[in-house]
């Protein structure tokens, strides 16, 4: 990869974190700047703030190890808990844009042996596409979740009900600085893909039906259990999270 493709693959990955700090810090300038100030909505502000800025670093630390070809920091994960991260870490950006969404859960998924940061953040890249794609939209914004597991191992699902892409873009979205958005770098996709084949997985994308896009991930299920704190049902199939 490039000088100028690794600039940009850092700058697109850091730009969720440092949007969400800027947005934490105006926030909580406004809790304190009131005629009463409302304290506890900005000391939450604050460990906000310093919650994203370990998430930054974290980051950088994935980023780094994936370009030196250093060996992840592999665990095994239960991508039900990841996908419930990725949607907490969205939170705001999914209520802002009003968007409705809905998880379909495998129960009984297996672990899959990964790097959480690393798989965080293919989660968050893709639901964050999800909701750019549905901006424009009018009408109902739906975004669904889902895990499931077959003999190739468990996937997981992002599908939406946006503008989708052109039959000649399924593949392409995935090469490096290539992008369908107008101010995007184009490595996102490319970043998730590499992720996802350095943890001997497979990614790649189809048309929604009745609009829209899918994209799914699958990684080879794990022999071993989970830790005991770890193994735990964080979804119900059909559930619903923070509909607006």
């Not at 009131?34 to 370990?54: C, F, K, N, S």
């Not at 969205?90 to 899959?112: D, F, I, W």
């Not at 970043?191 to 609009?211: F, K, Q, T, V, Y």
């Not at 080879?220 to 559930?239: I, K, M």
Request: with cysteine; proline share 5%; glycine share 8%.
């Amino acid at each position: 990869m490039t000088g100028d493709a690794v600039s940009a693959s850092i700058a697109h990955e850091l730009k969720q974190p440092l949007s969400a700090m800027v947005t934490n810090a105006a926030a909580g300038l406004r809790w304190i700047s009131r005629p009463a100030p409302e304290l506890q909505e900005a000391t939450e502000a604050l460990e906000r703030i310093v919650a994203d800025g370990h998430r930054a670093r974290e980051l950088i630390d994935s980023i780094r190890a994936m370009f030196q070809k250093e060996s992840a920091d592999k665990a095994l994960l239960n991508l039900n808990d990841v996908i419930w991260e990725a949607l907490a870490l969205l939170r705001g950006e999914l209520q802002s844009h009003g968007v409705t969404v809905r998880t379909e859960l495998s129960e009984a998924l297996p672990p899959v042996r990964g790097d959480h940061v690393q798989l965080q953040q293919v989660l968050v890249n893709l639901v964050t596409n999800a909701i750019e794609s549905m901006a424009t939209r009018r009408g109902a914004r739906s975004l669904c979740l889902g895990s499931s597991v077959d003999a190739s191992g468990v996937t997981v699902a992002v599908a939406d009900n946006g503008k989708g892409l052109e039959p000649t873009e399924y593949e392409r979205v995935f090469d490096p600085l290539f992008t369908t958005k107008p101010h995007g770098m184009g490595m996102g996709l490319a970043i998730c893909r590499s992720i996802i084949e350095g943890h001997e997985g497979r990614l790649w994308a189809s048309a929604n039906e009745p609009r829209g896009a899918v994209f799914r991930f699958t990684l080879p299920a794990s022999a071993g259990g989970l830790p005991r704190d770890a193994n735990r049902t964080v979804g119900v199939t059909g559930s619903s999270a923070w509909p607006t």
